[in-house]
Nanobody
Framework: QVQLVESGGGLVQPGGSLRLSCAASGFTFSNYAMGWYRQAPGKERELVAGISSDGTSTTYADSVKGRFTISRDNDKTTVYLQMNSLKPEDTAVYYC?????????WGQGTQVTVSL
């Protein structure tokens, strides 16, 4: 059974940091590209960051470049999203995904709220 379990979300003040984790199981983690999407209320889901299966290639949304860092540990079958200098507009539900060819798995999401 495939599982992607996100953790690390919460409430943080503007300028603060959070580290999201996504623990994966039920598939061959090292064969899948991984990443994070987010969805804010009333908005479409958008790609935040992605990382290749071997961790050598990453991609970021322009809005988070220089502030967010994606990484993965294939031994721990976990992908991370380090979020620094958070802004109110980063408030959203963050979803972890795993993708290979035509197949995509999704996590349940974790809420990130950036507010005073």
């Amino acid at each position: 059974q495939v599982q992607l379990v996100e953790s690390g979300g919460g409430l943080v003040q503007p300028g603060g940091s959070l580290r999201l984790s996504c623990a994966a199981s039920g598939f061959t983690f090292s064969n899948y590209a991984m990443g994070w999407y987010r969805q804010a209320p009333g908005k479409e889901r958008e790609l935040v960051a992605g990382i290749s299966s071997d961790g050598t290639s990453t991609t970021y949304a322009d809005s988070v470049k220089g502030r967010f860092t994606i990484s993965r540990d294939n031994d721990k079958t976990t992908v991370y999203l380090q979020m620094n200098s958070l802004k109110p507009e980063d408030t959203a539900v963050y979803y972890c995904y795993a993708a290979r060819s035509w197949r995509t798995y999704w996590g349940q999401g974790t809420q990130v709220t950036v507010s005073l």
